[in-house]
């Protein structure tokens, strides 16, 4: 059984993220991004579905920009721009992918 403390674990010595579950509906993970970290990734192929387990950072998809903290949950479409940036606080973030990620990390 997967924990998001363990996977968050897994995440950091992966360098970001680490997928812990995968059926062909749907592909689950966990991202970590270090204070100051840069989010590297590029639009997806798969909606997908971000929970901010802990951490604080900005998020921008396509234009619109926001704070985000704890508890949030954001929706990306499939192939929308969109990054995680300004991180203040370690960001662990449970993330979805619907259908299963094309390309994991």
């Known amino acids: 059984m997967a924990t998001i403390e363990s996977e968050a674990e897994e ?6 993220y680490a997928e812990f579950l995968r059926v062909p509906a749907m592909s ?3 991202y ?19 929970y901010v387990v802990r951490g604080a950072a900005r998020f921008r998809k396509g ?15 499939a192939r929308e721009p969109h ?4 991180v203040t606080e370690e960001l662990v973030v449970l993330v979805v992918f619907a259908p299963a990620e094309s390309s994991p990390s």
Not at 32 to 50: I, M, S
Not at 63 to 77: M, R
């Open 28 to 30: 689950v993970g966990v």
């Open 63 to 77: 234009e619109e920009e926001q704070k985000i903290t704890a508890g949030d949950v954001l929706f990306v479409a």
């Open 11 to 16: 995440a950091r010595r992966k360098k970001g």
């Open 83 to 86: 990054r995680f940036h300004s």
């Open 32 to 50: 970590v991004l270090e204070v100051g970290g840069v989010d590297h990734q590029t639009p997806h192929a798969e909606d997908e579905v971000y």
